[in-house]
């Protein structure tokens, strides 16, 4: 399978093959930040990998499908990616607040639920811990993240706030997410497991590939599995990292971050012949 690096599991290299040997049956499925985009200090600074778009625009015309599940609200994923600039991405589907938001390319259509209470009741207390430990809040409408990567002690400052913010989620009928030095509180009822196992049945895909980086893509990797066990050929790639060591665990292939997943994903459109 030209230069493509081969997964670790009997699973996983059944998956790539069968990406590869089926493409236009191949769901391709990739979580944001710290997988297609290097994690930066501000959030609101990140940006996809300058090669990662550009890959996923060839792969576009090979595969069924390609799909962002993220964490983001859809819209902002989708002005952080720049998925707009490449018309081969015309049929992008981008799985926002953890699979409650979609923005579909084909039509520009966003479809978000409607707030959740417990988020309004949350916010002004949420602000306090931030202010109080040297996080920074992220409020994205319907969650509130608390980073602490740019805090004075970003360990001290998230295990500081690990308890208060489970106090404040089970008050407020949210959860808790924890991430790469950062906890959000959200409303309940999806996971990118749930999202991505729908689209999967949604575009009637034949093999699945899923790429994330953090603790919320864990989801996503089990339900690949519970795919797989269902006949559905799936692979599952790590974007690696030194601060989610553990991750590596749950998936089949490791690559070296979203520079790494970048090459990858253009080695995998050689492999299609893209
Ligand atoms: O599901 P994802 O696309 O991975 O989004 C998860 C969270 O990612 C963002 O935070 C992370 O990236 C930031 C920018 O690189 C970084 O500063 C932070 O430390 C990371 O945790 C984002 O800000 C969150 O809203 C997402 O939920």
Redesign the pocket.
């Known amino acids: 399978m030209g230069n493509l690096p081969e997964p670790r599991t009997d699973e996983g290299r059944a998956g790539l093959r069968a990406i590869v040997g089926a493409p236009a049956r191949a769901l391709l499925a990739f ?16 940006r996809a990998h300058p090669d990662a778009v550009p890959a996923l625009a060839r792969l576009a015309g090979r595969v069924a499908a390609v799909a ?6 859809a819209e ?2 989708v002005r952080l990616g720049g998925f707009e600039a490449h018309p081969e991405l015309a049929g992008l589907v981008v799985l926002g607040a ?1 699979g409650a938001e979609r923005w579909e390319a084909a039509t520009g259509e966003l479809s978000v639920p409607p707030p959740h209470p417990g988020i309004a009741a949350a916010r002004l207390e949420v602000h306090a811990w931030a202010r109080r430990t040297g996080a920074h809040l ?1 409020d ?1 409408g319907n ?1 509130l ?1 608390l ?4 805090a004075p002690d970003p360990d001290g400052a998230f295990a500081a706030l690990r308890e208060p913010m489970d106090r404040v989620a089970a008050s407020r009928g949210l959860v808790v ?1 924890p ?4 906890l ?1 509180l ?1 409303p309940p009822g999806m996971d ?1 497991g749930a999202a991505l196992t729908a689209l999967v049945r949604e575009k009637n895909a034949g093999a699945v590939l899923y790429a ?3 603790l ?2 864990l989801a996503a990797f089990e339900a690949v599995a519970t795919l797989r066990a269902s006949d559905v050929p799936g692979l599952r790639v790590c974007s690696g990292s030194a601060e989610v060591p553990r991750l590596a665990e749950a998936t089949d292939l490791t690559v070296p971050g979203p520079a790494g997943l970048a090459a990858f994903l253009g080695e995998l459109a050689d492999a299609m012949g893209g």
Do not use: N
């Open positions: 979580d944001f930040d710290g997988t297609l985009a290097p994690i930066v200090e501000d959030p609101a600074l990140a962002i599940v993220t964490g983001r609200p902002v994923a953890y992220e994205k969650a993240a980073h602490t990567r740019r997410e991430g790469r030095q950062v959000e959200r990118k994330g980086d953090d919320g893509d």
